[in-house]
């Protein structure tokens, strides 16, 4: 399963965010953006609950981060993720 998570951070902790991301083998990409959210994460688990403590008891927890809203995919039309 695939999820979409999006961070709202602390002024000038996306560095520190963007490398605890890379720590971990649920994240398949993250990327500093504009707009509303600071940082999008695509993760990956097998199953919801899997990616919820991700979120929870993780990304959640660390120093910087203000806010997460997760999106789970549905469905992918074009990419080279596998389900």
Do not use: C, N
């Not at 995919?73 to 389900?83: A, F, R």
């Amino acid at each position: 399963m695939i999820a979409f998570v999006l961070i709202v951070t602390k002024p000038d902790t996306e560095e520190q965010i963007l490398s605890k991301l890379s720590e971990h083998e649920e994240v398949i990409e993250a990327h500093f953006v504009t707009g509303e959210f600071d940082i999008i994460a695509k993760v990956r688990g097998k199953d919801i609950r899997e990616i919820s403590e991700f979120v929870s008891k993780k990304i959640r927890t660390w120093e910087g981060v203000q806010r997460t809203v997760t999106a789970l995919s549905i469905k992918e039309i074009k990419g080279k993720s596998t389900y």
